[in-house]
């Protein structure tokens, strides 16, 4: 069935809500919807290209969560980067039929879209050659979306569903989901190995569905997708997770006010070189630990009030504009899941395990989180560093690792293939393995550094090294 976008109306019954650019939208079948004219809504636009585009009325097949989050900013990162593989001429066409020559007013003056180039190539007949990207660009796109031409063919589906989960990768995820549920009635009922096995298993599983959701690279169906994004009640809001993650870290990775993962408790950490150094970072070879046990709770709790009261994401992500219905229902969200996470215990255990049940399931999930994220950028020798080159940048700001170990692609989530994950972010880490020695060829060709170690380990190390170096008071 397709899907339209229509206002929220009294007459209207909704399968799904969530948020869009300046109104909340319900998402229903047109078959029951065939006597419920559609309203207009206000304009959605974002600027691609140096081009103003008002999407408003596009009934995009990733669904409106996508459209959102280029609403009022520079589009040009998260279109390329999720667009790889799509007929240019198709795109160009879609392109044409929304572009207004209306100038709108962007959430941030400093969002030039300036910090990469995109050049482009000789037209014919008045339609684009090609994607505007590099010649480094232009190959590992075309090597990567052979491969899966060839596995469309071998499974007799779409390039793009090629890209998705595979029926193998949905067996996994079942399995996974299984085991999750079978631990709950004992770690709702108090039993002690459940009180650390529990989190653990939460976490594979979470991470394994969670952060390709928020990358619509679960499935072709967006609301699947969305889904997905809001099962991780432990690490993060999805609406926080999209500003941080999918707009601000995926398309400026490691680029000073830009990537909001820069500035994560900046008063005890210094990330890069851009950042003031203050004495409490000389203690950041150690302090990490602390942080790392209380990262998540920062981000489930600390950032959503911090985001809504100032409209920033970190001083680095401009927030869409929502509606004071959205934001009730955010706020709901997040007060739900403080219940979810630390109320309940206090409700069944007496105190002392309430605060164990309240506590080391939240440390074990964090931890678990800062050890599959932080290893992944921050380290010597990808912070600081930039190419105007939007392929070449994601390469040298990203850090790949492990290869040849299950054990840690099943527990990282498939982000220990950060590179590849970069370069393509709407493919499912389930194929990333497979594209991985591609990536690495068309690196090598073109002189790119492919940033590796062999083992979490040694990633870990790596990690530590970069606190210690930024740690020092730069010379004066």
Known sequence: NSFRVYE????????????????????????QMASTKAKDVAPLPLRIHGKWYDVSQFNHPGGPIMLSLGNSRDATGLFESHHPFTSRAKLERLLSKYETEQEFPLLSKEDTGEEFEWPTYESKDGVSAGAPISAFGKEMVQRVKAYFENEAKRR?????????????RWIEIALMTAV??????????GHLWALFVTPVVYWVWGVN???DGSHFGLSRNWMVNAAATYIGIYFTSALE?????VIGHHVYTNV???????????TMERHTKTLRWRPSHKHQWFTWAPVWVIGLFGMCFVKPIQMLMTGWYNRAVPMIPITPQRKALHIAGRVFAYFACYVWPFLLFPLGKAVAFAVIPQAIISVSFMLSSQVNHLTPDTVDQHSTDFYKHQVLTSHSLAADSPATFYFMGGLNFQIEHH?????NHCHLPKISPIVRDVCKKHNVPYTYTPTLWQAFKAYLRHLTILSYKPSE
Not at 156 to 168: D, G
Not at 241 to 245: A, D, E, N, T
Not at 256 to 266: I, M, S, T, V
Not at 423 to 427: A, S
């Open 256 to 266: 000073p006010r830009k990537d909001p993962d820069l500035y994560h408790n900046a």
């Open 8 to 31: 929220l109306n009294g007459h209207a019954t909704s399968l799904y809500m969530i948020f869009s650019h300046k109104t909340p939208f319900l998402i229903t079948d047109t078959n």
């Open 423 to 427: 370069l393509f972010p709407c493919i």
């Open 241 to 245: 997770w999209y500003h941080q993650h």
């Open 180 to 189: 999750m549920v079978a631990t709950l009635p004992f770690f709702y009922t």
């Open 156 to 168: 007799n589906v779409s390039l793009i569903q090629a890209t998705k989960a595979t029926p193998m």
């Open 209 to 211: 569905l969670f952060h």
